[in-house]
């Protein structure tokens, strides 16, 4: 009796056949099992996000608005040259009227009111308000510049070197002009107005910044003002900033407070600057230069004696 094939060979043999024919016949090869999600992610580039229709890159757009604002400044001062030969005109138009500016100025702060120390001063204020005027504009223009200013840590390096000069030039120009308009006013005999426009910029300058001049402005303004105790502290800050071996050389400085010191009464002090001052000259020079404090104190002590003596009297008649 015959014996039939052993039907796994049989059956083995036809799946070879079958996959070779299928890779003949362009049968699809069989998919690489798929990678983790991590792996992934990691291969395939990122796309950027789609922006939306009309929007611009962050940088692009200030870059334009600091272009812009910059542009805006040349305009503002294209026009401050513009106004600047109008206020010389008007300047010399005053000056006419007047033998002396500042003979006029003295004499308006005694109160005389002639018709043309009048026109004098009418020409200082509108002079004073038509800067004024100009200074709104760099105002507004300062404004425009401070949302930038937040976008600082976003921006590059370039554009934050923009925003400092721009910033920068803008402070000094606004501090150039309250100067001017309070130098009318000052002229016009209105310490006030004046003073008001320096203290604007003494608040706006950073203390580091505060230097002397603006100091002795705010000072003698202060004092003008009948403000004698804010010169004293102004005077005194001076002072008080010098370095200790040069605090009490500087002649000038000594003989302003002192003086404040005296217009409020305090004798004491005024004394104690004037020996400091005194004593700080050379030896050999003491009997020259010094010859002005030792005149105050001298003065002070006389004062001192005869204030003394004025109230033993009095003890004396009660």
Do not use: H, W
């Not at 070879?16 to 580039?45: N, R, T």
């Not at 018709?115 to 001063?121: A, D, N, S």
């Not at 608040?203 to 402005?217: F, G, S, V, W, Y």
């Amino acid at each position: 009796m015959r014996q039939s094939p052993p039907v796994f060979p049989v059956v083995l043999g036809l799946c070879l056949i079958l996959v070779g024919s299928a890779s003949v016949l362009g049968a699809p090869a069989a998919q690489a099992p798929a990678k983790p999600a991590g792996e992934e992610a990691a291969e395939a580039p990122k796309e950027p996000a789609p922006k939306a229709k009309g929007e611009e890159p962050a940088g692009d757009k200030l870059d334009k608005q600091l272009a812009a604002i910059s542009d805006r400044l040349t305009e503002l001062m294209n026009e401050e040259m513009n106004l600047t030969m109008q206020l010389m005109n008007m300047q010399q138009r005053g000056n006419e009227l007047v033998d002396s500016p500042d003979k006029a100025t003295e004499e308006l702060t005694k109160g005389a009111t002639t018709p043309k120390l009048r026109e004098y001063k009418q020409i200082l204020i509108m002079s004073a308000q038509k800067v004024q005027a100009l200074d709104g504009k760099y105002v507004a223009l300062q404004k425009a510049l401070k949302p930038l200013e937040r976008e600082r840590e976003r921006a590059t390096t370039e554009q934050k070197a923009r925003l400092d000069e721009l910033s920068a030039r803008l402070q000094g120009k606004r501090r150039a002009i309250l100067e001017k308009v309070a130098g009318y006013y000052e002229k016009a005999a209105e310490p006030k107005l004046a003073l008001q426009l320096y203290a604007e910029i003494y608040q706006a300058t950073p203390e580091k910044k505060r230097d002397r001049m603006l100091k002795e402005k705010v000072g003698n303004l202060s004092e003008k003002c009948g403000n004698v105790k804010d010169a004293v502290a102004m005077f005194k800050g001076i002072l008080d900033g010098l370095p200790e071996k040069d605090r009490y050389r500087d002649r000038p400085l000594g003989e302003k407070l002192g003086g404040l010191y005296e217009k409020i009464g305090d004798y004491k002090s005024a004394l104690a600057l004037y020996r400091a001052c005194l004593n700080a000259m050379p030896a050999d020079k003491r009997d020259t230069d010094g010859k002005g404090f030792r005149d105050r104190i001298a003065n002070i002590e006389k004062k001192a004696g005869k204030s003394s003596r004025d109230s033993k009297d009095r003890s004396k008649r009660y």
